[in-house]
């Protein structure tokens, strides 16, 4: 099976950020995946273990953009607490 390589978009200016599509499925939703024993010599060239929400395919990026990742995991959950917490009064006891 033939890996579809990576793409990455870097906006550039202040704050730049960083964006990863999934190479399998092209969602967005990519979050940093538990390391194995088996991933040992990715491990030793830095590399991290990513698994993407939608097709659950697992893959491996440079150590630097699991760092992001995991940066843009907590603020997507943080927007979607807040969203949730936002969008009406808790129920109601009938």
């Known amino acids: 099976m033939q ?6 978009v870097v906006s550039t200016g202040f704050g730049a ?3 990863m599509d ?3 499925c092209s969602s967005a939703r990519l979050r940093n995946s538990r390391t194995r024993a088996a991933d040992i ?5 830095l590399r991290s273990p990513v698994r993407c929400h939608n097709c659950q395919e697992r893959l ?3 150590f630097w ?3 992001e ?4 995991t907590k603020l997507r959950r943080e927007e ?5 917490s936002s969008e009406g009064s808790p129920r109601s006891r009938s």
């Open 3 to 8: 890996v579809p390589s990576l793409i990455f």
């Open 17 to 19: 950020t960083l964006t």
């Open 22 to 24: 999934c190479p399998f």
């Open 41 to 45: 010599l990715h491990l030793l060239v």
């Open 60 to 62: 491996f990026v440079p």
């Open 65 to 67: 953009t699991a760092k």
């Open 69 to 72: 990742i995991r940066r843009a």
């Open 80 to 84: 979607e607490r807040l969203r949730r």
